[in-house]
C-alpha cells in the first residue's frame, strides 16, 4: 500500500478507504489507486510511492544476510 498526506483544511470522507481523513493526516492507499490521490496536489502530498514498502522489506533482508 502507497501512502499520502491529506493537505486540506478540514476533514474530508473518503469513500473508498470507508472512513474520514483529517487535515495532515497521513493515510495508506491501494497501490492502483495512489496516482488518483498525487494527481491532486493541492489536496494529497505523496509520502511512500507504491511498493516502497516492499523494497524497504527487501534491502532490510539484504542487510541482515550481507
Known amino acids: 500500500m502507497a501512502r499520502v498526506r ?6 474530508v470522507t473518503v469513500p473508498e478507504l470507508g472512513r474520514t481523513v483529517e487535515p495532515d493526516e497521513i493515510v495508506e492507499v491501494p497501490d ?10 493541492t489536496n494529497w ?11 524497504k522489506t527487501a534491502a532490510k533482508q539484504l542487510h541482515k544476510e550481507g
Open 32 to 41: 492502483d489507486r495512489y496516482e488518483g490521490y498525487v494527481c491532486q496536489p
Open 6 to 11: 491529506y493537505l486540506g483544511p478540514e476533514q
Open 45 to 55: 502530498e505523496p509520502i511512500e510511492e507504491p511498493g516502497a514498502a516492499k523494497k
